[in-house]
């Protein structure tokens, strides 16, 4: 069926007529066979008549389909020449098994019966509609339900039979039943061969023909794309194309390389010399003719002089800044090919990324490594002349809250308009280059101070005052560090780093922005270093050790818990106050592993007291912006085997306000072990009630800077009323720090204060549970 769709003509129907033939016989050869195989106890013949009829049926209807099939243009055809062909099998059946002579009538049962003709068409129509368009799988799916058809139809008619009332007919004559098993394979062989000889030998034509038409084809597709290939190569190139002979006439030349030369795309310039063409594109960009004719005749001879030697290439710089690349190269019998490339933008890329490379982005500023090639340079300068140099770190003033309030948008835009404001001020040999975030760096070789200071104000001014953002004034200001060569450092390192010292001094200066570097600067930050490293020694060797500050209830004086408090012996200095040398641990990393050591050895002491008393350990703002801080407690609880209840953790709001939210979310977790959790320094600071209103504290300590006063200055007296009528009123426990004396204590016991500490109940301590106390 699908050879007969592709062909033509004749062959057409010879196709056609082939495969009604192939599946009229199938469809009959199939019917007869079975009958054969059917055994209903009794003999059978065959009407030979009625036999042949059967044949021919299958084989005409057969046909008929399938030439609606071929023949016709849409799905809807195939299915009508696939339901032909479901009435061709059934016709062909019923027409079979009346030409079966026997006595009696055969009782068929009419559902049986329709359901049999309904199988043969829909199946069949299946088929046709599968297998007749598409790849050898769909082929095969086809050919498997037209089997289906033929089978489904056959023998679900042969159940609708009842031959019960029928016998075997007297004196019919009786085909052999082997003779027409035979007849039937032998006519169902040579019409198959006879398909299969005609497929192959029109396979073998077709290919053979297809064969010679797609080598001539493809000879011709060669030769066509060799010559658009050279076409198009010619074309888009993206450099100009030109081909000379020996004489400089040029052959052959690509449009690209009339528009390097400005000259019209029109132009024929196949046949002249290089200097003329030369010369017309010259005056093509308003050269005057004279000089024109020169200026292409010194061209031409340079790059004659190049193609008669090994070739090369030249960069030619034209009036209106264009830079052409010429490269040259021999072609052999004294001719040459020459190649024109505007290289214009690919320096402009190279400044560009040059300038990226010393610049910072946001800004145009020089950047960090910009400024080191400066400052070194202006170091040899000054050490050659003589001349003092100004190094200068610069470092913008709430910048950070600029970028939390208004967005990093607002923070790019007050840096764009700083270093505008700075570019605008800046006179010869002075440079400011941005380092890195909201860090600058400025240098300023002079002779007097007085041009330092000149310098110095224009700088101070640049950067104090405010900055427009939308419909926002930014307020900006910036601290100023100096340091001077060759009295403060010699080297950039030194100089450096002076000025940052400088510039920390000015940061925390109230009233001066500007601050100089002195000698006393670089002795106390050698001393914070050297501090740092006795701590991490002290860590390794052990070398703290704790003391003990007892808490008392006011009411009773039972001793309700005691405060541990980190001491330190430096080694060649004595002891060192926690208020001293903590900050310096946590600039420097320590306060984590010292804050460890503190839990762990407090715990493990107490769980060995024979008095079951609370402990409160004071924990900083480092360890509380950790989750690990969580595990840290819970190990150390397991590992000492002190009971949760009796650990007092201390947090001040301002270690809360730093990351508050994570902050809140970590002493969630520690009171959900057991541990209580106490406010300390209460009433300084930011004393939010916001804070004790997030997180449920089990005790508030009242800050020691209200004890002294509380005694004679009423409004101490009233904040702390105050504080105690919060505590009561939130059912949250208050403890007085720092009560020295017993007129403290009394106010405080009137005023309905639950627990107080301070030396007038006992000095910082080890606890000897005999009753005796050593001091600390």
Not at 172 to 180: D, P, T
Not at 210 to 222: C, F, G, K, L
Not at 364 to 390: F, H, I, T
């Amino acid at each position: 069926m699908r050879h007969a769709k592709r062909a033509t003509g004749k062959m057409k129907v010879v196709w056609n007529v082939v495969s009604a033939l192939s599946v009229g016989i199938g469809i009959w050869a199939t019917h007869f066979v079975a009958v054969l195989a059917f055994q209903p106890g009794f003999h059978f013949g065959f009407d030979m008549g009625l036999t042949t009829l059967s044949l021919a049926i299958s084989v005409l209807l057969c046909g008929g389909g399938i030439a609606m099939a071929v023949h016709g243009t849409n799905r809807f055809d195939r299915i009508l020449g696939g339901a032909t062909i479901g009435v061709g099998i059934s016709v062909m059946h019923y027409t079979g098994m009346a030409a079966l002579l026997l006595e009696g009538e055969i009782a068929w049962q009419s559902g049986a019966v329709t359901v049999s003709i309904l199988a043969g068409i829909v199946l069949a129509s299946a088929a046709v509609v599968v297998g007749f368009d598409g790849n050898a799988r769909r082929s095969l799916a086809g050919a498997g339900l037209l089997t289906a058809a033929i089978c489904a139809m056959h023998f679900t008619a042969m159940a609708a039979a009842d031959f019960s009332a029928c016998t075997a007919l007297a004196g019919a004559s009786e085909m052999n039943s082997g003779l027409l098993s035979l007849v039937i394979a032998l006519t169902s062989l040579m019409v198959l061969a006879a398909a299969f000889g005609s497929l192959l030998l029109d396979e073998v034509d077709r290919r053979h023909t297809m064969r010679e038409a797609v080598r001539q084809a493809a000879d011709a597709q060669r030769l066509a794309e060799v010559n658009d290939r050279l076409s198009l190569a010619l074309t888009h190139m993206g450099q100009g194309l030109a081909l000379f002979d020996s004489e400089g006439t040029l052959l052959l030349h690509n449009t690209r390389l009339l528009e390097l030369l400005d000259l019209p795309k029109s132009t024929n310039a196949v046949g002249e010399r290089l200097d003329a063409l030369l010369c017309r594109s010259l005056e093509a960009r308003g050269m005057d003719a004279v000089a024109a004719k020169a200026k292409a005749e010194e061209i031409a001879a340079s790059y004659a002089l190049m193609s008669e030697q090994v070739g090369g290439d030249i960069v030619q710089q034209l009036s209106d800044g264009r830079a052409y690349r010429v490269r040259s190269n021999k072609a052999g019998r004294g001719a040459w090919i020459a190649t024109v490339e505007d290289i214009s933008a690919s320096r402009r890329d190279a400044a560009a990324i040059a300038h990226m490379a010393h610049h910072d982005s946001l800004t145009g500023l020089p950047n960090r490594a910009r400024y080191n090639q400066v400052l070194d340079g202006a170091l040899e300068a000054a050490l050659a002349s003589g001349d003092k140099l100004a190094v200068v770190a610069l470092d913008l003033d709430r910048f950070k809250d600029i970028n939390d309030s208004f967005g990093h948008a607002a923070g790019d835009q007050v840096l764009r308009a700083l270093a505008d404001q700075i570019n605008g001020g800046l006179k010869d040999g002075e440079m400011v280059a941005r380092l890195g975030g909201d860090e600058f760096a400025a240098v300023k070789p002079f002779t007097t101070m007085a041009a330092l200071r000149d310098f110095l104000d224009r700088l101070d001014q640049a950067v104090n005052g405010r900055v427009r953002y939308g419909e926002s004034m930014l307020m900006v200001g910036g601290s100023i560090g100096v340091a001077i060569y060759p009295d403060d450092g010699r080297d950039r390192s030194k100089l450096l780093n002076n000025a940052d010292l400088a510039l920390y001094r000015a940061k925390a200066e109230l009233d001066q922005r500007i601050c100089y570097y002195e000698q006393e600067m670089d002795e106390a930050a050698r001393e914070r270093r050297a501090v740092a490293k006795d701590l991490w020694t002290a860590i390794e060797t052990e070398g703290f050790h704790l003391a003990y500050q007892v808490q008392k209830s006011v009411t009773t004086g039972r001793t309700t818990g005691y405060e541990v408090l980190l001491r330190w012996n430096r080694p060649g200095h004595g002891p060192m106050s926690p208020a001293d040398f903590i900050p310096i641990a946590e600039e420097c990393g320590a306060i984590g592993a010292i804050g460890a050591w503190v839990l762990s050895a407090a715990c493990r002491e107490a769980a060995a007291w024979p008095e079951p008393h609370k402990i409160a350990v004071n924990v900083s703002g480092l360890q509380l912006a950790q989750f690990e801080l969580v595990d840290m407690v819970k190990h150390v609880l397991d590992q000492t085997g002190l009971a949760p209840h009796r650990l007092e953790l201390e947090v001040t709001e301002t270690a809360i306000i730093a990351d508050r939210k994570r902050a809140l979310a970590v002493l969630s977790n520690i009171k959900a072990l057991g541990v209580s959790i106490a406010i300390d320094d209460f009433g300084t600071g930011y004393s939010s009630l916001d804070t004790l209103r997030s997180f449920p504290f089990d005790k508030i300590k009242l800050d020691r800077s209200f004890m002294p006063e509380v005694e004679h200055d009423e409004q101490a007296k009233a904040i702390i009323r105050a504080i105690l009528a919060l505590g009561k009123s939130l059912s949250v426990p208050v403890l007085a720090e720092g009560v020295e004396t017993s007129a403290q204590l009394d106010v405080l016991r009137a005023e309905g204060c639950t627990e107080a500490q301070g030396f007038l109940l006992g000095r910082p301590g080890v606890i000897d549970w005999d009753g005796m106390r050593r001091s600390a």
